[in-house]
């Protein structure tokens, strides 16, 4: 085996028989299992596949979890939260860096989610909230707010698991949810009692 198996693959073996080694799978998977010496096809019929000794040792190792999203300059990403004093740049490294992120946000889905979903957001987008929000309105190119003016503002609400999001242009609003929405948050629009503005209540969606 000169690679780890891919997330895909760790999925078939984690869901193996626990006693008999068993695999369920796409014959692409079952096959690619066997060529790196994972699983062995049984010569009888129905010839089932089954793990080998290392794929058991592969199935009871604890799998590395990947890093959270980080930007290849500093090590450190921060999505655009909108109201920074000192913002970075639009420029195409920008642009760049942050498509980086979301596409690592999305393999931390996938290898964190119990059923290796990434269209939920996972563990880690539950304890960064804003920080998560903000990175899937950046990554879908809506446009942060500067200290003045508009652009989407991403802040922590006083609710578990919910952030509010604030743009004045309320076509520009509601394509804050749309997004926000197909990124796997569960979004509601309200109405402040004091101001009459609208903004958005948005919480990542759960496993049904």
Not at 83 to 95: F, I, K, M, N
Not at 137 to 144: D, K, N, R, S, T
Request: glycine share 8%; aromatic share 4%; hydrophobic share 35%.
């Amino acid at each position: 085996m000169t690679r780890p198996p891919t997330a895909a693959q760790r999925r078939v073996i984690d869901a193996a028989d626990p006693v008999t080694g068993r695999l369920r799978g796409t014959e692409t998977q079952l096959a690619a299992l066997v060529k790196h010496g994972l699983a062995f096809r049984h010569p009888r019929p129905p010839h089932d596949h089954f793990l080998t000794p290392a794929g058991h040792r592969i199935r009871e190792a604890v799998p590395e979890t990947p890093e959270p999203p980080k930007s290849a300059a500093s090590g450190v990403f921060t999505a655009r939260v909108g109201g920074e004093e000192d913002p970075p740049d639009g420029s195409p490294a920008r642009v760049r860096e942050v498509h980086s992120a979301w596409q690592g946000l999305l393999e931390l889905r996938r290898m964190t989610n119990p059923d290796g979903a990434t269209d939920r957001p996972c563990g880690w987008e539950r304890t960064h909230l804003v920080q998560a929000a903000a990175l899937a309105l950046e990554a879908a190119g809506h446009h942060p707010a500067a200290q003045d003016g508009g652009g989407y503002r991403v802040r922590a609400t006083p609710q578990p698991e919910a952030v509010a999001v604030r743009e004045p242009d309320p076509e520009a609003l509601r394509a804050c949810a749309a997004t926000l929405d197909a990124a796997g948050w569960q979004v509601g629009e309200h109405t402040e009692p004091r101001t009459r503005a609208r903004y958005l209540l948005a919480s990542p969606r759960r496993a049904r």
